[in-house]
């Protein structure tokens, strides 16, 4: 069965208002997913992207805001699409703090800011995203439907980085909190199964960021054995198969040309 051909199928997307969790959102609305963005401070942003795709579909996007500042903002976030009447079939915690710093130099204030909104809330929110999930969501065995189009047990993404199979000491509280969403997504796998289903993307070099131009970014963007990172469309690629493979959980894809496997000194950016 087509995506466009399953009503209702509902995904939410932390940070979907720009960068890569808006091609999210505009990909998994053409996709026939209904969406739902969450954002912090781009209201501007996630009320223009839900308005342009509501006028063409109408009752198939929505946009809530909602700081990722304290552990309460998960279920904050969770009870405002409750209120809504929606229930949802999919998580993508994308949203990210990312600022550079090293071992030899830990701020504080950074450390807990990274941790807060790069593991803690993006657990919460898988945790509760499960505890919403009917106990009869789990798809029966496939020797039972014969349906090999059955999408399966509603499922969270949780998008990581490749950096964490290829370390080196850059962007330190950035890639420490991600190594415990990693950990997060294994354990969680486990325990939601088959109710539901937990997934990892770990993408390279995606976009523009920090300190860079266009061009140093082209540079880095080939710096791995295959000349190309990961670009926003491949992460969709890989979020889509995730949600229509009723077999997949606890596996993590990474998405970064090779770079993982060359062990480089310093962060991509930084070569």
Request: some cysteine; hydrophobic content about 45%; charged content about 20%.
């Amino acid at each position: 069965m087509a995506d466009a051909e399953m009503p209702g199928r509902t995904i939410l997307i932390t940070g979907g208002a720009k960068r890569v969790g808006a091609h999210f959102t505009r990909r998994f609305w053409e996709a026939g997913w209904r969406v739902v963005v969450h954002y912090n401070s781009s209201a501007t942003a996630a009320d223009a992207l839900v308005a342009d795709m509501n006028a063409k579909r109408p009752g198939s996007a929505w946009a809530f805001g909602q700081n990722f500042d304290n552990l309460d903002a998960a279920e904050g976030l969770l009870n405002q699409v409750d209120r809504a009447g929606i229930k949802l079939d999919a998580l993508i915690n994308n949203a990210s703090v990312f600022e550079f710093d090293r071992p030899e130099d830990i701020q504080h204030a950074q450390l807990a800011s990274h941790a807060m909104v790069n593991l803690y809330i993006p657990s919460l929110l898988a945790e509760s995203f499960f505890k919403r999930t009917p106990e009869t969501a789990a798809v029966a065995p496939l020797e039972e439907t014969g349906d090999e189009d059955v999408p399966g047990a509603p499922v969270v993404i949780n998008i990581l980085d490749a950096k964490l199979f290829g370390l080196n000491p850059d962007y330190f509280s950035y890639t420490i909190s991600k190594f415990g969403l990693l950990g997060a997504t294994r354990m969680m796998a486990v325990a939601f199964a088959p109710r539901a289903r937990v997934c990892g993307i770990a993408p390279g070099i995606t976009m523009v960021s920090g300190e860079q131009n266009q061009a140093s970014f082209e540079a880095a963007h080939k710096k791995n054995p295959l000349g190309r990172s990961s670009t926003p469309e491949d992460l969709f690629r890989a979020a889509q198969m995730i949600t229509d493979t009723p077999s997949m959980t606890g596996r993590v894809i990474i998405l970064d040309g090779g770079t993982s496997l060359i062990n480089q000194a310093r962060d991509v950016a930084y070569l």
